[in-house]
């Protein structure tokens, strides 16, 4: 069944793991995780690393407009072509930005 479906998790923002007074944990808008699974998605691996307290990313950070641009291909679309013109500029889903993650397909 995977073979034909993509599975998408996500969140919001990220959470600090540490208290911010009596207010609970900050939100982390920095870096947080997001997985991928089936549909042509690479299996087994872990893309990306942040700091020992989540705040930063350090390596193989993948920006949204990439992130949503890879979820697209692996859909089948060309993030590209779903450019439309409206009010003299250019939108698409991933913005005017996103490159495809080779990384994350199998």
């Given at each position: 069944?995977?073979?034909?479906?993509?599975?998408?998790?996500?969140?919001?923002?990220?959470?600090t793991p540490n208290a911010?007074?009596?207010?609970?944990?900050?939100?982390?808008c920095n870096a947080y995780s997001s997985w991928l699974a089936?549909?042509?998605v690479k299996g087994g691996i872990a893309y990306g690393k942040t700091d020992d307290y989540g705040e930063k990313v350090i390596e193989n950070g993948v920006h949204v407009h990439d992130f949503h641009a890879t979820i697209l291909h692996l859909l089948g679309f060309d993030h590209e072509r779903l450019t439309f013109r409206h009010g003299g500029r250019d939108y698409r889903l991933t913005d005017v930005a996103g490159k495809i993650v080779p990384a994350l397909l199998a």
């Open positions: 069944m995977l073979d034909d479906t993509l599975v998408v998790w996500t969140t919001e923002f990220g959470r911010d007074g009596t207010k609970g944990r900050s939100h982390q089936g549909a042509g």
